[in-house]
């Protein structure tokens, strides 16, 4: 069983940056794919980046360039850096989890998530 907490979302102005945080509990923490996704109000749930086991990372084209996702397996975080933020950035930030998962998109393979931090960015 893992346990996700999200920190670090808040409101910047565009052009800004944020960093958010992914704080797990468990032991095996390091044997797991860690994803973000997000969530704005009206729309579904859709996919940002995601960090595996490997570790290997993968980007939504949207926030390529500018989103940055590491992981500090001694520390059971995994970190989104957001720079250049744009107004369209703004949303419920989650993280999710899957043991030894593959750099999935659908939110469905993931097992656990967190309860979500909202991002939001003025214009």
């Known amino acids: 069983q893992v346990q996700l907490v999200e920190s670090g979302g808040g409101l910047v102005q565009a052009g800004g940056s944020l960093r958010l945080s992914c704080t797990a509990s468990g032991r095996t923490f390091s044997s797991y794919t860690v994803g973000w996704f997000r969530q704005a109000p009206g729309k579904e749930r859709e996919f940002v980046t995601s960090i595996t086991w490997v570790p290997n990372t993968y980007y939504t084209d949207s926030v390529k360039g500018r989103f940055t996702i590491s992981r500090d397996n001694a520390k059971n975080m995994v970190y989104l850096q957001m720079n250049s933020l744009k107004p369209e950035d703004t949303a419920v930030y989650y993280c999710?989890?899957?043991?030894?998962?593959?750099?999935?998109?659908?939110?469905?393979?993931?097992?656990?998530w967190g309860q979500g931090t909202q991002v939001t960015v003025s214009s």
């Open positions: 999710a989890g899957v043991k030894y998962g593959s750099t999935s998109i659908n939110p469905n393979e993931y097992d656990y």
